[in-house]
Nanobody, 125 residues
Framework: QVQLVESGGGLVQAGGSLRLTCAASGRTFSSVATGWFRQAPGKEREFVAATSWTGGNVNYADSVKGRFTISRDNAKNTVYLQMNSLKPEDTAVYYC??????????????????WGQGTQVTVSS
């Protein structure tokens, strides 16, 4: 089993920045992809970004391209999501997710086996 814990959420004004952290523990020795998803109130959960184990293959949702950056530090079993130029529409609970046995940074949430509990990001206008 793998446990994921997100942190770094909070309240920020539009145009501001936040960095989310996803710390993995447990059976983390596999070289697999990790992603970030988000769910706004009243909406379905959606893909945000994902990275392969080495970071050489990444995917971003069109809505965050150029503003968000996903990165990872495998020595620390940690994945980051740097969020810049935040907008009110970025307000959501952000979830970290990890694949099992696959290193492709998938955009579908059913491709991910492990999920964190989420961290709230609120962007005020």
């Amino acid at each position: 089993q793998v446990q994921l814990v997100e942190s770094g959420g909070g309240l920020v004004q539009a145009g501001g920045s936040l960095r989310l952290t996803c710390a993995a523990s447990g059976r983390t020795f596999s070289s697999v992809a990790t992603g970030w998803f988000r769910q706004a109130p009243g909406k379905e959960r959606e893909f945000v970004a994902a990275t392969s184990w080495t970071g050489g293959n990444v995917n971003y949702a069109d809505s965050v391209k150029g503003r968000f950056t996903i990165s990872r530090d495998n020595a620390k079993n940690t994945v980051y999501l740097q969020m810049n130029s935040l907008k009110p529409e970025d307000t959501a609970v952000y979830y970290c997710a990890r694949r099992s046995g696959n290193n492709s940074p998938a955009v579908r949430e059913d491709a991910y086996a492990y999920w964190g509990q989420g961290t709230q990001v609120t962007v005020s206008s």
